[in-house]
């Protein structure tokens, strides 16, 4: 059987649930959307787009404010854009007006950090076009590998002087590196490292609720990817026989607010 090309997500799903894996994965059931799938789209949207703006109109002495207004209009208009799809998940108006004014703090809470950011940058005499160059990603690049049959999305590379730095996005109300982060980060290591022959220096996360958090890129985050990677293969190319995907019944089957996806059609609980 041809090995499938996996994603951080999809060998995370199968770390969780290789039944959850099977059916998102081999059976291709349809997912539901939900609030918080689409709300990460459109902050992730909101950030790529950030960056495109023209910062020539901008002053030294009005930057700090028109950085804010520009997000702000950036997130009003992909929340409108996205509304038909939010709209269908039939929440409540209080309840959309809760994840509308979330979703604003976390980008407002961002764009703090990159003002300062900015600041730090400006200190030495650079002109504000110049550091916004300088603090300017590569955005949204899809890396895949032939070898390791393994693929992702990258939020942002930076180049920073002699350093590299991968960041992903992220909405979670959690601030901590659980694993399933640190695999995620140590696949995109590996994919960069695979195309540009080079180690990135540092790969982290952007809690968007709180700060950057990032870790250092060695050989053990390596062997963990190549490691994951190399397991699941072995499953995934030997067999697509449900019965070969065990169910994992644990509180992530369904919550109080929530459920997987597949609840339904895997019934765990009968
Ligand atoms: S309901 Fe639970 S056991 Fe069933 S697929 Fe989802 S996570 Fe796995």
């Known amino acids: ?30 997912q539901l959307p939900n609030i918080h799938q689409i ?14 703006i023209d910062v020539m109109q901008f002053a030294d002495e009005n930057y700090e404010v028109k950085f804010k ?14 509304y038909p799809r939010l709209h ?22 961002w764009v703090g950090h990159f003002i300062v950011d900015i600041d730090k940058v400006k200190v030495n005499g650079t002109s ?22 393994v693929q992702g999305f990258i939020d942002a590379i930076h180049h920073l002087e002699e350093e590299v730095h991968i960041i992903d996005y992220k909405t979670n109300a959690r601030f901590d590196m659980k694993e399933a982060i ?17 180690l990135p220096s540092k790969v982290g996360i952007f809690f968007l609720r709180h700060k950057l958090k990032m870790i ?17 293969h072995l499953h995934t190319s030997a067999t697509e026989k449900i019965e070969d995907y065990k169910c994992n019944i644990t509180p992530l089957c369904k919550w109080r607010t929530g459920q997987c996806d597949f ?6 609980h009968e």
Not at 18 to 25: A, G, L, S
Not at 185 to 198: D, N, T, V
Not at 221 to 232: C, G, M, P, T, V
């Open 263 to 268: 609840y339904g059609e895997c019934k765990p």
């Open 88 to 109: 269908k998940l039939g929440l409540g108006k209080d309840q959309l007006k809760f994840y509308f004014e979330e979703t604003m703090l976390m980008l407002m809470n």
């Open 69 to 82: 207004e520009v997000i702000q209009q950036l997130f009003m208009h992909q929340w409108n854009k996205d």
């Open 216 to 232: 250092n890129v060695d050989e053990e985050l390596l062997d963990l990817a190549k490691r994951e990677i190399e397991l699941i």
């Open 128 to 149: 504000l076009p110049e550091a916004f160059l300088q603090l300017t990603p590569i955005r949204e690049q899809k890396y895949v590998s032939d070898n390791y049959s």
């Open 182 to 198: 640190r695999l995620q980060l140590a696949i995109y290591s590996l994919l960069y490292q695979e195309k540009h022959g080079i």
């Open 1 to 30: 059987m041809a090995k499938r090309v996996e994603s951080p997500s999809s060998i995370n799903t199968f770390k969780q649930c290789p039944r959850k894996y099977y059916y998102q994965y081999v059976a291709k059931l349809p």
């Open 39 to 52: 709300r990460g789209n459109i902050a992730h949207s909101t950030l790529e787009h950030f960056y495109d």
